[in-house]
């Protein structure tokens, strides 16, 4: 069965999501940035959500985290919860 990990910062705005996602282009730490700035309590870990199955998170989150590219950041991903920047930190299908 199709594994993978993830960390995330999920904050209110699309905007915010557009400025975190180029601050961490340009070189800012994801995890200390997720410590910052997320709402979920997973930013205390630097946005890190473990390893999980498909169909664990929600529609949105899930699509991306078993299609994206590994290790690049995805966002702003829109969801009931608010703005999602996604990093994919591993996967196996």
């Known amino acids: 069965m199709a594994k993978a ?51 664990q998170m929600v529609k949105e989150f899930n699509d991306v985290v078993f299609s994206g590219d590994v290790g690049k950041g995805h966002g702003p991903i829109q969801t009931r919860f608010g703005f999602h920047l996604i990093e994919i930190t591993s996967r196996n299908e």
């Open 5 to 55: 990990t993830a960390r995330h910062i999920l904050v209110d705005t699309s905007e915010q999501c557009e400025d975190l996602k180029n601050q961490i282009e340009a070189g800012a730490d994801f995890a200390q940035l997720a410590k910052e700035h997320s709402r979920c309590p997973s930013g205390r870990q630097g946005g890190d959500l473990g390893e999980f199955a498909p169909g």
